[in-house]
């Protein structure tokens, strides 16, 4: 793609795409963590729906779990809306 000078969106594909940082409070679910499970990845859900084949070949039982908003403030709003349409991957090893 070349840039265009005119637009930067065009030659910024990532420009307004909200990126979560580091201090947003997305955990592991304590009681999945108690049960065995391993937070692997949260993402979109494509992409958690296309990683749950990886994962079962590699022989491991996976869930997805909506991320869990409820410890975001209201200086997270950002974060809620984005979280909407993201998934939680946990695995854990065949029992």
Do not use: I
Not at 20 to 25: A, I, K, L, M, R
Not at 33 to 46: C, K, S
Not at 61 to 77: F, G, H, I, Q, Y
Not at 83 to 94: D, G, I, P, S
């Amino acid at each position: 793609m070349t840039e265009n000078k005119n637009n930067p969106a065009k030659s910024n594909p990532f420009q307004g795409t909200f990126v979560p940082t580091s201090d947003c409070p997305v955990s592991a679910d304590p009681a999945l963590t108690a049960e065995g499970w391993n937070l692997r990845f949260y993402g979109d859900l494509r992409m958690a729906q296309e990683s749950m084949d990886t994962y079962r070949d590699l022989n491991f039982e996976v869930r997805l779990e909506p991320v869990n908003t409820k410890k975001m403030t209201a200086d997270c709003s950002g974060c809620v809306d984005f979280f909407t349409n993201f998934r939680m991957v946990y695995t854990r090893k065949k029992r």
